[in-house]
């Protein structure tokens, strides 16, 4: 396996894996806060990715097999915290991290978060945040077994309607 980092080159293939996160979420107990997410990749999608891709405080890496064939990825943002009174200065942002099914549990999620904290901490970043839908156990069991604990949960409620 090799881990690099995304080029725009990579941007479809990201924004798909981004789109593979919403189709995993949708086979369990769906979240009617997810409902809107999109069903196919458009092009904003793309352009985020490509952005994560081509940024200096942004970052997207790729794990792919040794013929090419990409099996993940994990995005990462530097930005100010969801706690910024507790927290001083940016932190690191994780946004997105997946692994195609058929090689999950296989070590490929924890060599992206080994790569993409060395380029946090090339960047004088020492917090990290992740967030991942309350629902979701198997982010919230992947990231628990990657070290990182719960600290505050963001909650949601649709008024007006």
């Not at 970052?59 to 943002?77: D, H, L, S, T």
Request: charged letters at 25%; a negative charge; hydrophobic letters at 45%.
């Amino acid at each position: 396996m090799i881990i690099r980092k995304a080029t725009p080159d990579d941007a479809e293939y990201l924004a798909q894996a981004c789109l593979e996160v919403v189709r995993f979420m949708r086979k369990g107990d769906t979240d009617k806060f997810i409902s809107g997410f999109p069903d196919e990749v458009a092009p904003e999608m793309i352009k985020w990715a490509r952005d994560h891709a081509a940024s200096s405080d942004k970052v997207a890496f790729i794990a792919e097999e040794p013929e090419g064939n990409r099996i993940g990825c994990i995005f990462g943002r530097i930005e100010e915290s969801n706690m910024p009174m507790a927290i001083s200065g940016e932190i690191g942002s994780i946004p997105v991290c997946w692994v195609e099914p058929d090689h999950q549990n296989t070590g490929i999620g924890r060599a992206l978060l080994g790569e993409i904290e060395k380029w946090f901490l090339a960047r004088g970043i020492h917090h990290l945040e992740v967030a991942y839908m309350a629902r979701n156990a198997v982010a919230r069991e992947a990231w628990t077994h990657f070290g990182f604990v719960p600290f505050r949960i963001f909650a949601y409620k649709e008024i007006g309607e």
